[in-house]
């Protein structure tokens, strides 16, 4: 059984900086290509940024491009984000996402295990 927790939400003002983790445990994390999505307040959940199981391949939401950079490491069975210049539409519950099937996609329903959330507020 896949279990993701995510930590290192907070709040922080608009300009700052803030680096979410995620730990995979329970399988062989180098398996799956790894996603972060976000959901704010009354909206859909959308997808952030994706990295390949290797490493070797990235792609980011338009939003976040230039901003965000997406990293893993399959020794410690992470996947991190590192979030700067942040804005408060940045403002969202941040989830990190496991696909076994490696299809390389943005879309929610591709992804097979979710994180249980980690909430990232950017105040103005």
């Known amino acids: 059984q896949v279990q993701l927790v995510e930590s290192g939400g907070g709040l922080v003002q608009a300009g700052g900086s803030l680096r979410l983790s995620c730990l995979l445990s329970?399988?062989?994390?180098?398996?799956?290509?790894m996603g972060w999505f976000r959901q704010a307040p009354g909206k859909e959940r959308e997808f952030v940024a994706v990295?390949?199981?290797?490493?070797?391949?990235?792609s980011y939401a338009d939003s976040v491009k230039g901003r965000f950079t997406i990293s893993r490491d399959n020794a410690k069975n992470t996947v991190n984000l590192q979030m700067n210049s942040l804005k408060p539409d940045d403002t969202a519950v941040y989830y990190c996402?496991?696909?076994?099937?490696?299809?390389?996609?943005?879309?929610?329903?591709?992804?097979?295990?979710w994180g249980q959330g980690t909430q990232v507020t950017v105040s103005s």
């Open positions: 329970g399988r062989t994390f180098s398996d799956y290509d």
């Open positions: 996402a496991a696909d076994r099937t490696t299809s390389w996609s943005t879309s929610v329903s591709a992804y097979n295990y």
């Open positions: 990295i390949r199981w290797s490493g070797g391949r990235t």
